[in-house]
Nanobody, 119 residues
Framework: VQVVESGGGLVQAVGSLRLSCSLSELSFDDYAVGWFRQAPGKERERVSC?????AYADALEGRFTFSRDNAKKTLYLQMNSLKPEDTAMYYCAARSRFCAQSWSDYDYWGQGTQVTVSS
């Protein structure tokens, strides 16, 4: 099973980035896939999760949106109006069927993609 993130980079404040998460051997019909982020010295937190039946957006303040392309087995995170406090390593993770709040409940992880927002 492979989970591969891409799309991170350095962007100025109020700029935008779109992250992608590609899955192999997993189907959105059976797995929930979440975006997480971890800033230096902070806990890993969930940004969003989309499962076969439900979707969650966690404190995105309307700046982030997420979507999926079932045919491409790819999940996207569109990040707009970025702030320096959004700087973090962003991870994609999958677990069977249902979204979970805690990162420790996810079984499959990507290597992460770094997002750095300069002021």
């Amino acid at each position: 099973v492979q989970v591969v993130e891409s799309g991170g980079g350095l962007v100025q404040a109020v700029g935008s980035l779109r992250l992608s998460c590609s899955l192999s051997e997993l189907s959105f019909d059976d797995y929930a896939v979440g975006w997480f982020r971890q800033a230096p010295g902070k806990e890993r937190e969930r940004v969003s999760c989309i499962g076969p039946w439900t979707a969650y957006a966690d404190a995105l303040e309307g700046r982030f949106t997420f979507s999926r392309d079932n045919a491409k087995k790819t999940l996207y995170l569109q990040m707009n109006s970025l702030k320096p406090e959004d700087t973090a390593m962003y991870y994609c993770a999958a677990r069977s069927r249902f979204c979970a709040q805690s990162w420790s409940d996810y079984d499959y992880w990507g290597q992460g993609t770094q997002v750095t927002v300069s002021s």
